[in-house]
């Protein structure tokens, strides 16, 4: 959108303008100039150009500002619009907050009005891409700021070095965005910097991306869950208590001197174990407490009967890790929460071991349905929550961020929240939830928030790190299908056939 001249400062009953608002008549006709709430304009200041949010609209006239005038002609079968002209005097009166002022070292805080009769212009796509701290070129493409046909380009380290958040009610286009910020992620050129990318998908909804027909096919590597494997020996006792949170220091501590004899004697022979082996450790072992021996011995049973551990690690993490990659965990296969969270934990613990000694790429760890996974749930509800807080805190030191998507967001942990410094926030109803992100989400003001109801289906509000003022987003068009969903009557008809 170029520059357009597009209305004129006032004075008006609210005393502004002032630092925080200021009001501007519109002289443009609505069939020139379209004007809407939330567009961005400016203000020619002596330090630059002021920027300013429209905030509220509304139209006046003078001819209907008399009610008893109005009932009076209108009784009398005669319209005013047939006596006066009326339509001349109608016009639009706007109210904007000033959010900066663009000087020439950058942009710095309104501290003083702007003047009554100052023109009030739309500004250019150069300017606001910048005022935004968007970028022009090699940004991550999320979709257009309609209002002003401006797309919205961010940041790769901006948006994930800080990890991120998408949040939105069941059917607002989560997993959809999800799969443009993949898409983008793939489309990057070695030169522009790439990363490694994995996803949890919970309920098999992104396979349809690893098609033969995506462009991103040779890219994409699909795991079933049912093939996943740990790698036993290379698990210390303090890790196999991770899956068994109920087990005490003292089996976990006769567990780790267990597995600290097992390694070093199969790896001296080049060997290793399993699960099975460590039982039998347990049971011929006389030192142990016959009370903590059957414990020990109840865990690992139970840990046996997950079937994932195994002797080597499948897939090899560190093989699969490649810039440019995404590797998808599909855990729709299983029912239990329990092993979705003991997958999750390993992998994530594994990746971020690797990443720490700077054996993978930078990656990208994207975890739907993020509420079941870091829960504030007791610790054996929420097996992966420790990981997940670990790499929300210390993640950006080593370059591997979180991507959070969830439904339920007053259900996710707060640490792990409070560390994603860029929310993508898109329709959301439950006020426990908007009272949630209205605290956990940093620039996020009372308007803004109240807004989040009212978006439409791929409708986002972008907040945080990644831009330099809350932005709405209408989100692309994606270039991958996932897979396809069916409404309730077709699957019924389906189901008679």
Known sequence: MARKNIGTIIVDEDHSPNPSQFSFVLTKT??????????????????????????????????????????????????????????????????????????????????????????????????????LGLELTNGLNIGMIGQHELEVRLNLTKLLQKHAAILAISGAGKSYTVSVVIEELLSRKK???RVAVVLFDVHGEYKGMAHDSSPFASSIEVFPAALIEFATNSLSGRQFAIYEPLMSSVQTRELSKITSKLYKEKTKQGLTYT????????????????????????????????????????????????????????LSEFTSLKLKQMIVSYILFRIF?????????????????????????????????????????????????????????????????????????????NPYDLDFIGKSSEGIDRA??????????????????????????????????????????????????
């Open 30 to 131: 609505e069939d020139e100039f379209r004007l809407q709430k939330g567009m961005f304009i400016a203000v020619p200041s002596e330090e630059g150009n002021v920027i300013a949010a429209v905030t509220e609209l509304f139209k006046t006239n003078r001819y209907f500002s008399s009610p008893s005038a109005v009932r009076a002609y209108e009784t009398s079968g005669k319209t005013l619009a047939s006596i006066f002209p009326a339509d001349r005097w109608e016009y639009i009166i706007a109210k904007a907050k000033p959010l900066g002022i663009m000087t020439e070292i950058g942009i710095q805080r309104l501290l003083y009005p702007v003047s009554p009769g100052e023109t009030v212009f739309t500004p250019d796509k150069e300017t606001l891409t910048k005022f």
């Open 275 to 330: 699960i099975q082996d460590i039982l039998k450790e347990v049971e011929n072992d006389d030192q142990i407490n016959p009370r903590s021996k059957e414990a020990l011995i109840g865990w690992l049973y139970s840990l046996n009967g997950t079937r994932l551990f195994g002797q080597i690690e499948n897939p090899n993490i560190e093989k699969i890790l490649k810039p440019g990659k995404l590797t998808i965990f599909d």
């Open 191 to 193: 030169e522009d910097g």
């Open 448 to 497: 803004t928030l109240g807004s989040i109801t009212t978006l439409g289906i791929g409708e986002a509000v972008i907040v945080g790190n990644a831009v330099n003022h809350p932005i709405s987003v209408q989100i692309r068009k994606r270039k991958t299908t996932t897979m396809e969903t069916k409404n309730l009557e077709e699957s019924a008809k389906s189901f008679e056939k």
């Open 353 to 429: 071991d690797l990443r720490k000694k700077q054996k993978v790429p930078p990656t990208t760890i994207i975890l739907e349905e993020a509420h079941q996974f870091a829960s504030e749930s007791k610790l054996e509800m929420a097996i992966a929550r420790p990981i997940i807080e670990t790499i929300a805190r210390e993640g950006r030191k080593f370059f591997t961020s979180l991507i959070l998507v969830s439904q339920r967001p007053v259900k996710l942990s707060t640490t792990a929240l409070s560390q994603c410094n860029t929310h993508i926030i898109m329709k959301i109803l």
